[in-house]
């Protein structure tokens, strides 16, 4: 048996990143990216977390000032000087506290990586995954209609293995019809980010009529009900991913036939232990599921490639390359795809990647240390 790893001290950054192209959803514009990093140190390792919360409340009930309050004037000093035996142990500290699931998610994620690296094995290792590389698929930001076709034809070039379409009322029909038009073979999904009611269900059942894979979180970005209610008129399956936030709400779901596929995401689920166990429900009821991405940095983004090797990870993610996203990262290493593949980092034990320290301090806007 091995000891158990004492958590000596930790970092807290707020990192922010300029975006390439500014991203549009449903509910607004995002022209950079902006996170909490958290690094915790062990026994000189250092594991890495970060949170995928938006600056303000606008894709969940959760925002960086609250996370950034959380973690340092309690997560933080309830873990600091202490012994944790694994990672459920961590998470076992975390799981009395209701809501802030990505705040839970940003210390229980590092927590993993240190974990994995006293172990010196590759995170997706300790997690039960095996994998060289993870299949991805690409999320398109609105956009005028000839732009987003020369993105769709762009990125099929590229390889991806399936594209996923914004929409929001008034840009969703007509943009499937230009799309399916030009691209009849092409793996086609939509996210609506919440935009919908159950009062636009004709509307919804028209999309039946364009192939999709599935129409990803269509109603209330906190619901259930309504969303199998909808799934009973809709030949396309419907996919959850806000309303999905602990293990209860994937049964749930999965129990009232509201999600016929899931989206996963690890720093929305409250970390890892969650995630696994959406993953095995999603898995007892034949439910294929991928990971969803935050436009997630480099640590980020390592986390959900890590995740992704897991076996019911069955449809192409949203771990996209990070050059679509960031003239440059805060890791050394690229995230890259090929040919419709995202490597799995391996640069060195947990998440296999190594952060850019130069450009990361060029990039923090605040910094806090914490110490037993
Ligand atoms: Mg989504």
């Known amino acids: 048996m091995r000891p158990p790893l004492r958590i000596d001290s930790a970092e807290l950054r707020l990192v922010r990143l300029p975006l390439v192209t500014p991203f549009t959803i449903s509910t607004g514009?995002?022209?950079?990216?902006?996170?909490?990093?958290?690094?915790?140190r062990a026994d000189g390792i250092e594991g890495y977390g970060e949170g995928v919360m938006d600056p303000l409340p606008d894709y969940l009930d959760e925002a960086i000032p609250g996370a950034l309050a959380l973690l340092s004037e309690v997560l933080l000093p309830s873990v600091i000087g202490r012994n944790f035996a694994n990672p459920q142990a961590v998470q076992a500290e975390l799981k009395p506290w209701r809501g802030y699931r990505m705040t839970l998610a940003t210390l229980?994620?590092?927590?993993?990586?240190?974990?994995?690296?006293?172990?010196?094995?590759?995170?997706?290792?300790?997690?039960?995954?095996?994998a060289a590389g993870v299949e991805v698929g690409v999320s398109l930001g609105i956009a005028p209609v000839d732009v987003t076709l020369g993105r769709?034809?762009?990125?099929?070039?590229?390889?991806?293995?399936?594209?996923?379409?914004?929409?929001?009322?008034?840009?969703?029909?007509?943009?499937?019809?230009?799309?399916?038009?030009?691209?009849?073979?092409?793996?086609?999904?939509?996210?609506?980010?919440s935009c919908y009611?159950?009062?636009?269900?004709?509307?919804?059942?028209?999309?039946?009529?364009?192939?999709?894979?599935?129409?990803?979180?269509?109603?209330?970005?906190?619901?259930?009900?309504?969303?199998?209610?909808?799934?009973?008129?809709?030949?396309?399956?419907?996919?959850?991913?806000?309303s999905i936030r602990t293990p209860a709400?994937?049964?749930?779901?999965?129990?009232?036939?509201?999600?016929?596929?899931?989206?996963?995401k690890v720093g929305r689920s409250g970390g890892y232990v969650e995630s696994l166990r959406i993953h095995d429900l999603c898995a007892a009821f034949d439910v294929p599921v991928w990971c969803g991405g935050m436009l997630e940095g480099g640590i980020g983004r390592a986390h959900n490639i890590h995740l992704s090797t897991l076996p019911n990870f069955r449809k192409p993610?949203?771990?996209?390359?990070?050059?679509?996203?960031?003239?440059?990262?805060?890791?050394?290493?690229?995230?890259?795809?090929?040919a419709g593949l995202m490597p799995v980092p391996l640069a060195g034990p947990g998440i296999g990647v190594t952060l850019d320290r130069d450009f990361l301090d060029t990039m923090t806007l605040e910094t806090r240390v914490f110490r037993a």
């Open 249 to 264: 709400d994937a049964r749930k779901a999965l129990q009232s036939d509201a999600s016929r596929v899931m989206n996963i």
């Open 317 to 338: 993610g949203d771990v996209s390359s990070a050059s679509r996203y960031f003239h440059r990262d805060i890791i050394e290493q690229k995230l890259e795809t090929a």
């Open 29 to 40: 514009t995002m022209h950079d990216k902006i996170f909490p990093l958290l690094t915790l």
């Open 108 to 130: 229980e994620m590092a927590f993993w990586d240190l974990w994995a690296k006293s172990l010196d094995l590759p995170l997706m290792t300790v997690l039960g995954g095996d």
């Open 152 to 193: 769709v034809a762009d990125h099929l070039a590229q390889g991806y293995r399936r594209i996923k379409l914004k929409v929001k009322p008034g840009h969703d029909l007509g943009l499937l019809q230009a799309v399916r038009a030009e691209f009849p073979e092409a793996h086609l999904t939509v996210d609506a980010n």
């Open 197 to 242: 009611t159950l009062a636009d269900t004709a509307l919804l059942q028209r999309m039946d009529d364009f192939a999709l894979d599935y129409i990803e979180q269509p109603l209330a970005w906190d619901d259930i009900h309504d969303h199998a209610v909808l799934q009973q008129r809709l030949r396309t399956p419907i996919c959850l991913d806000e």
